[in-house]
């Protein structure tokens, strides 16, 4: 079992920055890829990024340009950083790792940016 904590969220302003943390816990060998998911009100959960154990990148191109993914494999955390911020990345943003094809994923914080 992986247990995934996340936090960063809350509100800003259209422009914006926010930093998200996702720390695993548990069985976190082989974890791979780490990456983030969103869900607005009423939309389907959808890719926001994913990085590798390599550290190979994959973005939404929604937010390519503006948001990095990183992940640091000593500490078996993941982080978004989000600049720029837009009224439509509000969101429950979600942690997902996958083990052996199984996903895991956290609690969900959520992110608001206000216009």
């Known amino acids: 079992q992986v247990q995934l904590v996340e936090s960063g969220g809350g509100l800003v302003q259209a422009g914006g920055s926010l930093r998200l943390s996702c720390a695993a816990s548990?069985?976190?060998?082989?974890?791979?890829?780490m990456g983030w998911y969103r869900q607005a009100p009423g939309k389907q959960r959808e890719l926001v990024a994913t990085i590798t154990l390599g550290s190979r990148t994959n973005y939404a191109n929604s937010v390519k340009g503006r948001f990095t993914i990183s992940r640091d494999n000593a500490k078996n955390t993941v982080y978004l950083q989000m600049n720029s911020l837009k009224p439509e990345d509000t969101a429950a943003y979600y942690c997902?790792?996958?083990?052996?094809?199984?996903?895991?994923w956290g609690q969900g914080t959520q992110v608001t940016v206000s216009s």
């Open positions: 997902n790792v996958n083990k052996w094809n199984v996903d895991y």
């Open positions: 548990g069985s976190v060998f082989a974890v791979n890829p």
